[in-house]
């Protein structure tokens, strides 16, 4: 059972049961509550996991907790500042059972940090003389392909199918569900590990991927991204996001595919987080379907944040039927239905 701590100052007093209250929030197992006479504060926890918190660790019996002040905002959806003045909220717990996370990603070990080292070798091989390949073919795809840069995307295709494939299992199923490649489309997916990526290119669909400013500044991956047409975002930037719908919008009407992780980042205990509005916003307005996509097992095989480390293990991409339809909220529920479905069924 989870017990839960209000702490004022430096003491710290045991709240009856949990039965009285529930979890605000869930982050990397640990589990946010507070006291029933308090208002929670409500919102989306992949806004608060961007912030800073700062943590004084104890231990009682199973039970271990985390300490942190409400009043430092980690997330505007997540934090009513109204609330604070009102109800004055001050500190919050985090506890979590002994026992372990809700997503138990294995202990790496020697083999998984050697098969991690043998995948960053072969990835930078790979990666080296793939990019010479892209660049050489660069001038030819802007002046007859400058949209879809199909040349580009298989290039990609080979550079990911012979850097996972030693190392990883990939079954696919519902291959028959994806629109043809000249099919412009919205591809979604949930988002669990930095091997997604890799595990998505092998698709071979010449869609657009959307990352992190930052990602095109590695040497040669984040090169090979800008010669792909991969479409740059500042997230925290309101005027950047405004200008990457644009842009995805401009390229569907080009003919060209866009590919969104609706989450926003990487799960960090497996569950499957709140859904952004953008990439289904793009589909409606453009009348183009969208095209889910589950991907299962790539958290334990190279956990979030454990880019070092490869453990053994397959992963499963289960495409499924395109949705079509007009309405924002609609598509993204629907979406976010069959993805989460997908993952239950698949454990």
């Known amino acids: 059972m989870y017990g839960y701590f209000h702490v ?21 197992g640990f589990f946010i509550g507070c006291s029933p006479r308090r208002w929670p504060i ?8 961007r912030h800073k918190v700062f943590c004084i660790r104890g231990q009682i019996g199973g039970l271990s907790w985390c300490d942190f002040d409400a009043k430092e905002k980690f997330g505007r959806s997540c934090y009513d500042i109204r609330l604070h003045k009102q109800h004055k909220l001050t500190r919050y717990t985090v506890v ?10 294995p ?24 990019f010479v390949l892209m660049l050489i073919l660069h001038p030819l795809v802007l002046l007859l392909d400058r949209y879809k ?10 550079w990911a199918t012979a850097t996972v494939t030693p190392f990883v299992r990939i079954k696919y199923e ?27 290119f092998t698709i071979g669909r010449p869609f657009k991927f959307i990352s992190k400013t930052s990602i095109f500044l590695y040497p040669v991956i984040g090169w090979a991204m800008f010669l792909m047409g991969v479409i740059p975002l500042k997230r925290m930037d309101s005027k950047s996001q405004l200008e990457c719908l644009k842009r995805c919008i ?14 926003g980042t990487r799960s960090k205990d497996g569950t499957l ?72 069924r698949q454990g």
């Open 273 to 344: 987080g709140a859904f952004k509005r953008g990439a289904f916003s793009v589909a409606a307005k453009t009348k183009v379907p969208v095209v889910p996509i589950t991907l299962v097992g790539t958290g334990k095989i190279m956990p979030p944040g454990r880019e070092d480390i490869l453990n053994t293990g397959a992963v499963k991409v289960v495409i499924h039927k395109p949705i079509e339809g007009h309405d924002t909220e609609v598509l993204c529920s629907e979406t976010r239905n069959v993805i989460a479905g997908a993952l239950d």
């Open 8 to 28: 004022s100052g430096h003491r710290q007093s045991r709240l009856p049961s949990t039965s009285s209250f529930s979890p605000l929030l869930t982050y990397k």
């Open 174 to 200: 519902g291959l028959e569900n994806l629109p043809s490649p000249d099919t412009p489309a919205v591809y979604v997916s949930n988002h669990q590990s930095f091997l997604d990526i890799y595990v998505l």
């Open 42 to 49: 409500s919102g989306n926890l992949s806004h608060s996991a």
């Open 149 to 158: 840069r199909k040349a580009h995307i298989f290039i990609a295709k080979v």
């Open 96 to 105: 979590r059972s002994a026992a372990g996370a809700d997503y138990p990603f």
């Open 107 to 130: 202990e790496p070990n020697m083999v998984s940090k050697l098969r991690g080292i043998g995948f960053c070798a072969v990835t930078a091989f790979n990666a080296i003389y793939l």
């Open 250 to 263: 401009e390229l569907i009407n080009k003919g060209a595919s866009v590919f969104f992780f609706p989450e």
